[in-house]
């Protein structure tokens, strides 16, 4: 049985950092993995995802020079270096993995259970 184990999230001030960790227990291979939000009255977007060797990586334009994420060496263990946030950054951050072409949003459609962050003006 596959499990999104999510770590990190809080609350924190603009202009601050947080960081989120995400272990993929379960699986026989290495996914695509990444992570997504839910911002409130937004439609869950997605944020940034990576390919198991870290080839491969994607942001949104909203968090590009903001956010970093990377992954653990030949580990399904993902993370996410979020710096200068700001209250519209608010949100549930999920973890997602996928199979197939880790650059395509679509791909991502096994979820964790999210993690809440919250960044105060």
């Known amino acids: 049985q596959v499990e999104l184990v999510e770590s990190g999230g809080g609350s924190v001030q603009a202009g601050g950092s947080l960081r989120l960790s995400c272990v993929a227990e379960g699986y026989g291979y290495s996914p695509c993995m990444g992570w997504f939000r839910q911002i409130p009255g937004k439609e869950r977007e997605g944020v940034a995802v990576i390919s198991p060797r870290g080839g491969t990586i994607l942001y949104a334009d909203s968090v590009k020079g903001r956010f970093t994420i990377s992954r653990d060496t030949g580990e399904n263990t993902v993370h996410l270096q979020m710096d200068s946030l700001k209250p519209e950054d608010t949100g549930r951050y999920y973890c997602?993995?996928?199979?197939?072409?880790?650059?395509?949003?679509?791909?991502?459609?096994?979820w964790g259970q999210g993690t809440q962050v919250t960044v105060s003006s």
């Open positions: 997602v993995t996928g199979s197939g072409s880790c650059g395509s949003w679509p791909t991502y459609r096994s």
